[in-house]
Structure formats: structure tokens, C-alpha cells
């Protein structure tokens, strides 16, 4: 499979406690996006990354939201101290600089109990 | 304020009618327009993708067009089918080009519900 790949497909945590998705890009994919899909909505803008560079973030990534790109190719975003609040599809999505497709993986579902 | 809005909000058919779903914008500056397909629990699927100069194209069953003036677009659905039960979200793209940021501008979607 070539497409965008995020792990895990779900999770679910006690709030309070830590947690880590991991997005593997199409590999020549030089872009990489995080969105947040609430129950209903439309995906809202997280961060996104060229090469290993963050390049903008979200007012929606609050302190407790952390996205690493460290070699340019996969992307985590990790969330400290889970909120009830923070319960949502968490998607990753890639693309070439020069194109202006851009790819989504099947996304993290994310339950904080 | 970069918006997009989509219309209706869902829509239930029976299987093998017409359908068509609006979405306004109001985005600048504009790149290009998109639908994608979005099955429940699973990431959106692009449908088409259509610059300024374009005012319809096509995907199979699945006809989209444009009016740059207006800011508009519509997804248009022939002969219905079961599997075309979705979320159907309008992306629009604006290219700034002063810091080469790329953003996605997505509308809340249309949940469409194809019935036998």
C-alpha cells in the first residue's frame, strides 16, 4: 500500500494520560498535514510540515499538542493530558509541493474516557 | 474570513435518483476547489479537483462544476447507488504566496444517504 498510513486506527485512554499517533506520508511527499475531525464537521487545520520544518500551527494546537517531522518522512503528533474534549478523528494528510493533490490516511479515532 | 459552506446539510434519496450539493465560498486568495468522498470512520477520498478556468468536470457518476464569479460550486450525483451513502466535504485551496503556506479550507459536508 503507497497511500498515506496512520497507526493506530483507534485509540482509547483515560483522560489524563498521554498519547501518540504516527502518520507515514507517501514517501515522496515533501508536505504533511494534521486535521481534526469532530462528530458532523469538516476537518480543522492542526499543523502541517515541509520536510522536517513545522511550519505553521493552529491556534486549535494548544501547549499539550506536540508534532515532530524529525527526518522528513514520518510525522507524530502526540497529546499530553487527554481531554474528553480532545475525543475526535485525528488526520494526516501528504503531499508534493508541486501538486496540488493532496492525500489523506484513513485517520486515528481517538476516544478519551 | 476564509469560509466555506456546504448545503443541505444531508440529504436522504432512494437508489438510482439525481442529487445535487451546493457549496459557497468564500476564500481568497483562490487556488483550486475540491470534493472529496468520506465513508464513516475513514479518511476523505477526492472526488475532483478544478482550478479557476474550469467550469465542469468529471469522475464517473460524478459531475462537479464552478463559477469562479459567484464563488459556487456543486457536486452533482447520477443514478444513485448504494455505496454513494457519504459525507460529500468542499475544499478549497488558498495558495499564499508570500510565506508559501498551503491551506485547506474545508466546508462541514453534506451527509448523503442512499436508500434501496
Known amino acids: 500500500d503507497t497511500g498515506v498510513s496512520q497507526d493506530p486506527r483507534h485509540k482509547i485512554t483515560k483522560r489524563g494520560q498521554n498519547v501518540t499517533f504516527r502518520c507515514d506520508p507517501i514517501?515522496?511527499?515533501?508536505?504533511l498535514y494534521w486535521y481534526r475531525q469532530t462528530l458532523g464537521q469538516g476537518p480543522e487545520f492542526l499543523t502541517y510540515?515541509?520536510?522536517?520544518?513545522?511550519?505553521?500551527k493552529s491556534r486549535l494546537l494548544s501547549d499539550r499538542f506536540s508534532a515532530e517531522r524529525p527526518k522528513g518522512s514520518f510525522s507524530t503528533l502526540e497529546i499530553q493530558r487527554t481531554e474528553q474534549g480532545d475525543s475526535a478523528m485525528y488526520l494526516c494528510?501528504?503531499?508534493?509541493?508541486?501538486?496540488?493533490?493532496?492525500?489523506f490516511g484513513q485517520g486515528t479515532r481517538l476516544t478519551v474516557v | 474570513k476564509n469560509q466555506v459552506e456546504q448545503s443541505p446539510q444531508s440529504l436522504i434519496i432512494l437508489e438510482g435518483k439525481n442529487c445535487t450539493l451546493q457549496?459557497?465560498?468564500?476564500?481568497?486568495?483562490?487556488?483550486?476547489l475540491r470534493w472529496y468522498k468520506q465513508d464513516t470512520g475513514r479518511g476523505p477520498v477526492s472526488l475532483t479537483i478544478m482550478t479557476f478556468s474550469e467550469n465542469t468536470k468529471s469522475n464517473g457518476r460524478y459531475t462537479a462544476t464552478l463559477d469562479a464569479d459567484t464563488k459556487q460550486s456543486s457536486l452533482h450525483i447520477t443514478a444513485s447507488q448504494l455505496s454513494d451513502s457519504a459525507s460529500y466535504i468542499c475544499?478549497?485551496?488558498?495558495?499564499?504566496?508570500?510565506?508559501?503556506?498551503?491551506?485547506?479550507?474545508f466546508g462541514s459536508g453534506t451527509r448523503l444517504l442512499v436508500r434501496p
Open positions: 475544499v478549497v485551496s488558498a495558495d499564499f504566496e508570500v510565506d508559501s503556506s498551503y491551506k485547506l479550507i
Open positions: 514517501s515522496e511527499h515533501n508536505r
Open positions: 457549496c459557497n465560498y468564500t476564500v481568497s486568495p483562490f487556488s483550486n
Open positions: 510540515f515541509q520536510n522536517e520544518a513545522q511550519l505553521e
Open positions: 494528510a501528504s503531499k508534493w509541493t508541486g501538486s496540488s493533490e493532496a492525500f
